[in-house]
């Protein structure tokens, strides 16, 4: 048995060290993950995106054999990393096919999840997972797990609930695999030949689930834009990324064993496909007679491209018009959808549905005089509350302090650097064209925003947090006015 570090520490005056230094640097390493899973898990993530920099940075990831402008590698590599789908330059033209790999790779690794990731890798490197690091990586960014102390089942996602690695790579494959069988044909029927047919399938299948919106083809979604069965398929697939494990092994095992479906999973349904509707019949309304956008289409295809919209803003990034040529109202309706995002555990950005629906429950509950918030006969802790407050004004105030700093660089109308603030934040992908036209200090500005939003915001918080402590007593209670 290999004794423990601290006892090492301890007695390092009195006993010699004897451990090489491959087992000294992993015993620092377990160390550091026990102590602090969510920093940790941001120094692994940010890693990675240096990496990929670094790889994009050279002549051999370039088409033209020239080394990529230090600011756009970095700029492509946070937003592969973190599943964003926002671009600096044109990708399908630039990157050569090394470049395409390594890009596919890194958003296929974001997809992941930044603590599932960082627990996978802590595990190589201490080959061992505790379980608080493993309560983190079963439910991604919900901070529920980053509380001190213990937390009820009630509050997180359960272990069951996700699966091992070993399913989930199984299950993204499996996916990614069925999406691109049902691309191929309808690339094949635009012309393309069976090996870009199926490359570009499959880049398209992983962008999808993903959520990051990476297109590889020149004219991007273009070509399809009044394609139902190309749209329907992408659409799918962000709708299954944005859902996320939990949600999707939930509804299996209640299909398989008729078991009950957790709140978590029913939470997650209901928001999305009631947001998903709702920002439908917003565009459509708002986009109708708009020549640029639905007004350019017929009549038949304007509510297909409606949903289609309203499916991307979960944070799927793909776009079949001109979202540069919308109106000022329906940016800001995207606006809301983007940041409110997918589902917890899922590759979707945002604050996440399951925030929203646990506000909502509170004002429902506030103005029926009910003490607790109760939804699918069930109640929900009032401290799930609490964490969910905490995550939006920790997005707001990110998004508030990314769009004052990008204004002043740029100039540009506040409408439009607020939908690509946001949807840098949402890791959405979606853009008014504003984000290719910013100066350096402006991509460094939106690679931050990505990079916090992909993170997490409650992680982000308690990562920065000096240390995580117990109050083992309570003050005397006083209640300010509000309202």
């Known amino acids: 048995m290999r004794a423990n570090p601290a006892k090492r520490r301890r007695g390092a005056g009195r006993f010699p060290d004897t451990r090489s230094r491959p087992a000294r640097i992993r015993d620092a390493f377990d160390d550091f993950a026990r102590r602090s899973p969510s920093r940790f898990a941001i120094l692994i993530f940010t890693g990675l995106i240096l990496a990929l920099t670094a790889i994009l940075a050279t002549p051999w990831a370039a088409r033209d054999g020239q080394a990529t402008p230090i600011v756009d590698a970095l700029f492509t590599a946070v937003s592969a990393i973190c599943v964003t789908g926002l671009v600096v330059v044109d990708m399908a033209t630039h990157w050569s096919t090394f470049g395409n790999v390594a890009i596919l790779i890194g958003l296929q690794v974001g997809g992941i999840g930044v603590l599932t990731l960082a627990s996978i890798l802590g595990l190589v490197v201490s080959r061992r997972l505790g379980l608080r690091a493993r309560l983190i990586a079963a439910s991604d960014t919900n901070a529920s797990r980053l509380h001190a102390g213990p937390v009820a089942e009630s509050q997180a996602v359960r272990l069951g609930e996700i699966g091992g690695l070993a399913t989930v790579a199984l299950s993204t494959l499996i996916i990614e695999l069925i999406l691109m069988l049902s691309l191929v044909p309808r690339l094949l029927a635009h012309g393309l030949d069976p090996w870009s047919a199926t490359w570009k399938g499959f880049y398209f299948a992983a962008s999808a689930f993903t959520n990051t919106g990476f297109v590889p083809t020149v004219d991007g979604v273009e070509p399809f834009a009044t394609d139902p069965w190309f749209l329907t398929t992408i659409a799918f697939g962000v709708f299954l990324g944005s859902l996320g494990f939990p949600v999707i092994f939930a509804v299996l095992r209640t299909v398989r064993f008729r078991v009950r479906l957790p709140i978590h999973a029913k939470l997650t349904l209901v928001t999305t496909i009631a947001l998903v509707i709702l920002g439908s019949v917003a565009i459509l309304v708002l986009e109708w007679s ?159 925003t990505m990079w916090a939003g992909r993170v997490g915001t409650v992680t982000l918080a308690a990562a920065l947090a000096a240390s995580q402590r117990r109050q083992l007593f309570t003050r005397a209670e006083e209640r300010p006015i509000v309202g």
């Open 290 to 448: 708009n020549p640029a956008t639905l007004g350019g289409q017929d009549a038949a295809a304007r509510p297909m491209t409606a949903t289609f919209l309203s499916f991307m803003t979960r944070s799927g990034g793909f776009a079949n018009v001109d979202v540069g040529a919308m109106d000022g109202a329906s940016y800001l309706v995207m606006d809301m959808l983007m940041f409110v995002g997918g589902g917890s555990a899922s590759t979707a950005g945002g604050i996440k549905v399951t925030t929203l629906a646990v506000l909502f429950l509170a004002a429902y509950a506030e103005a029926k005089g009910d003490t607790d918030m109760q939804v699918f006969d069930r109640r929900i802790p009032n401290d799930v509350l609490r964490l969910s407050v905490s995550v939006v004004l920790w997005g707001a105030t990110i998004v508030a302090a990314a769009s004052i700093v990008i204004l002043r660089i740029t100039d540009e109308p506040l409408d439009r650097v607020l939908f690509d603030v946001i949807s840098a934040f949402a890791t959405c992908g979606l853009s008014t064209g504003l984000t290719e036209t910013l100066p350096d200090a402006g991509k460094y500005v939106l690679a931050a």
